[in-house]
């Protein structure tokens, strides 16, 4: 079965410039999360959806990010503009929902440089 | 407030060492899940195992084992004769059942650096 597929697993961009990354679910999975991961701050849920709806977007940074999750199959997370500090890993995790909280599996990461 | 502490920021061992990592966790809730991930040098990060907080029966799979106790709010992870192929961040995860809404996120630690030396 395939797992979290993402994309691009590098990214370098100059300050200024509109970033997208693209995150496709486990299928049958309806809980969809991204984090970011950087040497200072460790792991950082940014936002997360059940069944395509945000249910948490309490750690997304600013307004300069957004996310969307469209259908059940597909979600992006778009920086716009991009600053150095944006640079870090970020992660697409997928789940199944219920009441009781089941393991996320991890997508293999963005690596996001902005210079 | 819910809260995960990892002390050991980063341990080394030598091959073949039993190493175990703590992990400390803080809820009041009485039914809550945990977690632990591995993170190879590689990045991915791998789910280990998710235990809830009726079982406090021990798991052991293959030289991996997880020793849950109430009593001190921990679930601390062992790796028996460890091997170099081991070396990775690992993470420690809790979640409580959501009672309003639908939010189930996973409070993290900070993770334990484990390095295996030949």
């Known amino acids: 079965d395939a797992g979290v597929i993402q994309s691009p697993r590098h990214e370098v961009t100059e300050m200024g410039q509109e970033v997208t990354l693209r995150c496709k679910p486990i299928?049958?999975?309806?809980?969809l999360f991204w984090y970011r991961q950087t040497m200072m701050r460790g792991l950082e849920l940014l936002i997360y959806?059940?069944?395509?709806?945000?249910?948490?977007d309490s750690g997304m940074p600013e307004d300069r990010f957004s996310a969307k999750m469209p259908n059940a199959s597909f979600s992006t997370l778009k920086i716009q503009p991009s600053e150095p500090r944006d640079s870090a890993v970020y992660f697409c995790?997928?789940?199944?929902?219920?009441?009781?909280?089941?393991?996320?599996?991890f997508g293999p990461g963005t690596r996001l440089t902005v210079t | 407030a819910q809260k995960v502490t990892q002390a050991q920021t980063e341990i080394s061992v030598v091959e073949k060492e039993d190493v175990t990592l703590d992990c400390v966790y803080e809820?009041?809730?009485?039914?809550?899940?945990l977690f632990w991930y591995k993170q190879p040098p590689s990045g991915e990060l791998v789910f280990l195992i998710r235990?809830?907080?009726?079982d406090e029966q021990n798991e052991i799979s293959g030289r991996y084992s997880w020793n849950f106790q109430k009593s001190t709010s921990s679930f601390n992870f062992t790796i028996t004769a460890s091997q170099v192929v081991d070396s990775a961040v690992y993470f420690c995860?809790?979640?409580?059942?959501?009672?309003?809404?639908?939010?189930?996120?996973?409070?993290w630690g900070l993770g334990t650096s484990l390095a295996v030396n030949p």
């Open positions: 995790a997928s789940s199944s929902a219920g009441q009781v909280p089941y393991e996320q599996y």
């Open positions: 299928s049958g999975h309806n809980s």
């Open positions: 959806f059940n069944n395509n709806v945000p249910i948490d």
């Open positions: 809820t009041r809730d009485t039914t809550y899940y």
């Open positions: 235990r809830n907080s009726f």
């Open positions: 995860a809790l979640s409580v059942p959501p009672r309003a809404g639908n939010n189930r996120k996973l409070i």
